[in-house]
């Protein structure tokens, strides 16, 4: 079943899904800024808010869409409380992303990578290790990976999924 169209195939609820192509609009005016602070920060070695800036907007923005986006075509309506802890979970798990990205850049290879080892260096970019050293990096994306899996310990196993999902991106190697 799609949030878009019925099993028929027929266009679901309009107000849904233009709430739905709303909500991924504006995320994606968020991603689009975090890009755009991105390239701009070429050649400089961004303080860590900025830096922050850059990848909540750019990742977290991203992540906080398909979460919010799975809310919206549940067709539940959450109390408060639970829609702030699913935005600080994906908020957490896009800046986690983000920064294990940094060191991967760092520590795997290029055939683990599927792209060229140590770019982000060679492209003179703002990054995790860059700023607080390998060892801080790796650090951090720890704290973060675990507040994204704090963020859902009043959820009970509806949320494994998200779990899941937060423990692949911490595991990954390229």
């Known amino acids: 079943s799609s949030p878009f169209f019925s099993d028929k195939g027929e266009l679901a609820d309009s107000r849904q899904t233009i709430k739905l192509i709303n909500l991924l609009a504006q995320r994606s005016r968020g991603m689009v800024i975090g890009q755009a602070l991105d390239l701009a920060a070429e050649n400089q070695q961004l303080a860590e808010m900025a830096l922050r800036q850059v990848h909540v907007n750019k990742t977290g923005a991203l992540i906080d869409a398909a979460i919010r986006m799975g809310v919206e075509s549940s067709g539940q309506t959450l109390p408060p409380q639970i829609v702030i802890k699913l935005t600080q979970f994906g908020q957490a798990l896009g800046l986690a992303f983000q920064v294990q990205d940094d060191v991967l850049d760092v520590t795997a290879t290029t055939e683990q990578l599927g792209?060229?080892?140590?770019?982000?260096?060679?492209?003179?970019?703002?990054?995790?290790?860059?700023?607080?050293?390998?060892?801080?990096?790796?650090?951090?994306?720890?704290?973060?990976?675990?507040d994204a899996v704090n963020a859902l310990s009043g959820f009970g196993i509806e949320a494994m999924p998200l779990r899941a999902i937060a423990q692949f991106l911490w595991q990954r190697n390229s």
């Open 115 to 146: 792209k060229t080892a140590g770019s982000d260096e060679k492209l003179h970019k703002s990054t995790y290790p860059g700023l607080l050293g390998l060892e801080g990096a790796q650090q951090l994306a720890k704290r973060l990976h675990d």
